[in-house]
């Protein structure tokens, strides 16, 4: 069994800096995971973390948010809590966007 079963939407609201942006909902070993992709963007704000915490079907315990790397395979990735707090460390969350990205470096794959 694979450890994150992801789901692929899109937001649609609260955040208009946010809307249209790709977010794949997963279960990483019980934890509601959310990995939201905004490379190419900006980062997400702790407003807007805990927004969408609250917007229909979007609930999270932690949300991985990927941003643009420094390096050309790095991935940087924020690890929030759902009250927009910085999370020191998510180790499911890391499984849930290592599977995403697996055996594409620099890529998340969302179907």
């Not at 079963?5 to 279960?27: C, F, Q």
């Not at 939201?36 to 979007?58: F, K, N, Q, V, W």
């Amino acid at each position: 069994m694979r450890p994150c079963l992801p789901e692929t939407t899109h937001i649609r609201e609260p955040s208009p800096s946010l809307a249209g942006r790709r977010v794949s909902r997963m279960n990483g070993a019980g934890n509601k995971i959310l990995v939201l992709d905004l490379r190419g963007g900006s980062a997400a704000t702790p407003d807007e973390a805990r927004a969408i915490h609250r917007a229909p079907g979007l609930d999270y315990d932690q949300m991985m948010v990927l941003s643009n790397p420094a390096a050309r395979y790095a991935r940087l990735c924020q690890h929030l809590h759902n009250d927009g707090n910085l999370a020191g460390a998510c180790g499911n969350g890391t499984r849930c966007v290592a599977d995403r990205s697996r055996g594409r470096p620099g890529r998340i794959r969302w179907s």
